[in-house]
């Protein structure tokens, strides 16, 4: 265990008291010395300060989001190193907590609140993809809601830990390995693929956005290996109170494909479109909430954010929301972790009870079946690269 740093003047910080700690490195907060602001001290537990890949990652995250001058990104102050030679990155300090625990606590969201958190998180990511920047990570424990003037739930994006510039090759990433949380991560991730672009945020940010309005995620599994397989094969659940614009733009961020994926700007659009839409909408509760068609998913930003001043101007009052459907949980395969013979034999026995239902193609059901394989061989990856 790292000794305690309590007290510590670190690159012009003075340590306080640890916040947390990870695998692979431990959480300060600190105030800068000339001003006596809070800071956030994030600092490589040493025995990784001696390992390559692990500190050209932590590198990685100072750089990368040192680059994103965004207000919904969080702000890096500083990478170096202390004098012993461990590596430390100083960040903004965000009081409050996370989305994940706000999920917790409140449960499905409305429309207008879901709105109001994950839009600004998408026109973050937007901007980020529109420097090359892909996050790879995004989950609702990576953003912080805390407290900007009158804002008590003020959305940003932690994390960069695992992003990559579009423009220079991974090489601390190898075919097969993994890389980001398996609840919300996109078809390609879970094939091990490397070439990782803004598609699989979108996907990260729809699976989110489901979540925040049905309370639950579009998939979810007792294994990574069965919960790949869901992400690999299965359609997503219908998305329950949701505007049929926002449920056809959420399920065409959840789509297998990558390039059938809109952009994260679409979605904030989508949201902000679908609030508006909401406030407008009068009794009765069946009535249908319109935020704007298909053929408008993909216009830029900013003339959805015209549609929906357009639709915010109507006035009226916001429709009743109703109480959630939630679908039952389809069974859970028994896929564990086996030989690979025993292995096969189960995920084959999985896709022919499944087949029927799905009446997939078999040229699509023998991809799919190899790219669970290569998921499932890919777990102690996972435990690896995530952890911390």
């Known amino acids: 265990m790292d000794d305690d740093r309590t007290g510590q003047v670190i690159g012009g910080y003075r340590v306080e008291r640890q916040l947390g700690r990870g695998a692979f490195g431990v959480v300060w907060l600190a105030a800068r010395v000339s001003d006596g602001k809070s800071v956030v001290l994030k600092i490589l ?225 989508a949201l902000r479109a679908a609030a508006s839409g909401a406030a407008a909408a009068a009794p009765p509760a069946k009535q249908s909430v319109t935020g704007f068609g298909p053929t408008a998913l993909d216009v830029p930003i900013t003339e959805e954010l015209r549609a929906a001043r357009a639709a915010a101007a109507t006035g009226g009052s916001r429709a009743p929301s109703s109480t959630p459907t939630v679908e039952p949980e389809s069974s859970v395969a028994a896929t564990v972790l086996m030989s690979d013979g025993d292995r096969q034999a189960k995920l084959d026995e999985e896709l022919r009870r499944r087949r029927p239902a799905s009446r997939r193609p078999p040229v699509v059901v023998i991809v799919a079946v190899a790219a669970a394989v290569v998921a499932v061989a890919a777990l102690v990856a996972v435990a690896l690269t995530v952890g911390g």
């Open 45 to 269: 537990h040493q025995q990784w300060a001696k390992v390559p890949t692990v500190v050209e990652r932590f590198r990685r995250e100072g750089q990368v989001a040192g680059k994103i001058m965004h207000p919904h990104v969080a702000q890096v102050y500083a990478y170096a190193t202390t004098d012993e030679g461990v590596p430390y990155i100083a960040l903004e300090y965000l009081p409050g907590g996370t989305l994940k625990q706000h999920l917790k606590d409140q449960g499905p969201l409305p429309t207008a609140t879901a709105a109001e958190l994950w839009a600004p998180v998408c026109e973050a990511v937007g901007v980020a993809h529109t420097m090359g920047i892909v996050h790879r990570d995004l989950k609702p424990e990576n953003v912080m809601l805390t407290t900007r003037g009158a804002n008590a739930r003020y959305p940003v994006v932690l994390d960069f830990g695992i992003a990559k510039f579009l423009d220079s090759a991974d090489k601390l990433t190898s075919t097969g390995t993994m890389l980001g949380t398996p609840t919300y991560m996109a078809p390609e991730q879970c094939r091990g693929q490397t070439d990782i672009g803004p598609p699989a945020d979108v996907y990260s940010l729809g699976a989110i956005c489901f979540e925040l309005l049905a309370g639950r995620p579009p998939f979810t599994g007792k294994t990574v290996a069965e919960l790949a397989m869901k992400h690999l094969l299965d359609a997503p659940p219908p998305l329950p109170n949701a505007s049929p614009a926002l449920a056809e733009m959420v399920a065409r961020c959840l789509a297998k494909e990558p390039e059938k994926r809109p952009n994260a700007h679409a979605l904030a659009g």
